[in-house]
């Protein structure tokens, strides 16, 4: 049996239409949440919104505007706000090293995979203090943990993403709001593009969105501020356990 129990209490799902996030949408109402579905696809929210009886905003994440009128909405029609799992999140498409720089998939990546993060943790602080704390989750990826190579743009925009939620993480723990990053490695999602059928051919294990959806719950239940959850196939999520910066004795060589 579950030991997070959201009756009473509402979440906000951004990106939530599929994926990592409907399988989150899914598992949030089971425990109990009414959930705001916020995505890019009208219909896609709509969709997910409706099996679990919560409710579809459709928005661009990007825009600035978009994230504070979302939890006004959220606010007025399901009177409150607890847990938010700022999702959406899209692949690099290019490298950002060697190749010509496309400045505008550049912005729209930054745009969603930061962007939106800093947008939306700023626009439910003013909430969930209102209900004397609360959570957030931010989707990151193990990108956000060590480097991947394949994809240096993406690696960029997920380590900026867990730095974010470690030092807000401890920036907002006296308010009673817990501010955790989930670091999964390859999901079974859209997000994979052609190289799910690399992965297939060589039987990579994948990890699927009820995984992530696990993770979430766990988090809720033990997470602690500025957590960095590491999922991998096969495995349990637990908190990352990040090493300490150098003193100054050790950087000038006195130890």
Request: charge should be negative.
């Amino acid at each position: 049996m579950s030991t997070v129990d959201l009756t009473g209490q509402v979440a906000l799902v951004t990106g939530g239409a599929g994926g990592i996030g409907a399988a989150v949408v899914r598992r949030l109402a089971k425990l109990g949440a009414r959930v705001a579905v916020l995505d890019l696809d009208a219909a896609g929210a709509q969709r997910i919104a409706s099996a679990v009886g919560g409710i579809a905003i459709a928005g661009d994440v990007t825009d600035a505007a978009t994230m504070p009128a979302v939890v006004e909405q959220v606010e007025r029609e399901l009177g409150r706000l607890d847990v938010v799992h700022l999702n959406a999140g899209i692949g690099g498409g290019q490298a950002g090293i060697d190749d010509a720089l496309n400045v505008d998939r550049y912005r729209k990546l930054v745009g969603v995979n930061v962007d939106h993060v800093v947008y939306g943790l700023c626009a439910a602080v003013p909430a969930l203090r209102r209900q004397g704390g609360g959570k957030i989750v931010i989707t990151a990826s193990l990108a956000g943990l060590a480097a991947m190579p394949a994809d240096p743009l993406y690696t960029l925009t997920k380590h900026a993403v867990v730095g974010y939620a470690r030092a807000a993480g401890k920036a907002l723990a006296a308010d009673g709001i817990v501010v955790s990053a989930l670091c999964p490695g390859f999901v079974d999602t859209l997000l994979l593009g052609a190289a799910k059928e690399e992965f297939d051919a060589v039987a990579f294990p994948l990890l699927t969105p009820s995984d992530i959806a696990d993770a979430l719950e766990a988090v809720l239940a033990q997470g602690e501020p500025g957590e960095a959850w590491v999922i991998q196939p096969g495995g349990q999520a637990s908190a990352h356990q990040f090493r300490g910066v150098p003193g100054q004795d050790v950087v000038l060589g006195r130890v």
